[in-house]
T-cell receptor, first 114, second 114 residues
Framework: AQSVTQLGSHVSVSEGALVLLRCNYS??????LFWYVQYPNQGLQLLLK??????LVKGINGFEAEFKKSETSFHLTKPSAHMSDAAEYFC????????????FGTGTRLTIIP | ETGVTQSPTHLIKTRGQQVTLRCSSQ?????VSWYQQALGQGPQFIFQ???????GRGNFPPRFSGLQFPNYSSELNVNALELDDSALYLC?????????????FGPGTRLTVL
């Protein structure tokens, strides 16, 4: 079985400050990990993915995440927050066995303070 | 390249009714997964269809059923609607030929059950 835990259902940061959204995973098999962003009344957009290559993954809009097996973590960061980053962020896990389902966390709502 | 599309955008039904939601997969994708996203929650896997056959199912009752057509488009049917079925229903398409399970999401159908 696989699961993800997102610490902090709401995170607020000032514009220009560091964004850090936390995700810890549990998986009995080597995981593939994803971060998705969801803007109000929209579907999910893939930010970045870890698929067992480089442990530091760079995504769109200046976001990056680091896979740390020893800590079972895949935290999302961005050096400088922008107002347009305000959205809901979801961490998800799947196995590397093929076309498997995604298991999502409960999400973190990011608010940017002007 | 056309992305994943879903119809309708919004739907209002009453308890006990039946509903059909539709999804057109991205060009070249033969796998469709359906997710339910309740308000304030992460998406939950309902089931997946691959080449017109169900290929995995989450913890949802049998009144949730689906179809996939030869053109890989898909339907989600829900019978005997309950109030708790109110949610955003997301469709995602993917291709098992990829080395990882990147799923491309549609904008979703917002279902309200009164």
């Amino acid at each position: 079985a696989q699961s993800v835990t997102q610490l902090g259902s709401h995170v607020s940061v000032s514009e220009g400050a560091l964004v850090l959204l936390r995700c810890n995973y549990s998986s009995s098999v080597p995981p593939y990990l994803f971060w998705y962003v969801q803007y109000p009344n929209q579907g999910l957009q893939l930010l970045l993915k870890y698929t067992s290559a480089a442990t530091l993954v760079k995504g769109i809009n200046g976001f990056e995440a680091e896979f740390k097996k020893s800590e079972t973590s895949f935290h999302l960061t961005k050096p400088s927050a922008h107002m347009s980053d305000a959205a809901e962020y979801f961490c998800a896990v799947t196995s590397n066995f093929g076309n498997e389902k995604l298991t999502f966390g409960t999400g973190t709502r990011l608010t940017i303070i002007p | 390249e056309t992305g994943v599309t879903q119809s309708p955008t919004h739907l209002i039904k009453t308890r006990g009714q039946q509903v059909t939601l539709r999804c057109s997969s991205q060009s070249g994708h033969n796998t469709v997964s359906w997710y339910q996203q309740a308000l304030g929650q992460g998406p939950q896997f309902i089931f997946q269809y691959y080449r017109e056959e169900e290929n995995g199912r989450g913890n949802f009752p049998p009144r949730f059923s689906g179809l996939q057509f030869p053109n890989y488009s898909s339907e989600l049917n829900v019978n005997a609607l309950e109030l708790d079925d109110s949610a955003l229903y997301l469709c995602a398409s993917s291709s098992p030929g990829q080395s990882y399970n990147e799923q491309f999401f549609g904008p979703g159908t917002r279902l309200t059950v009164l």
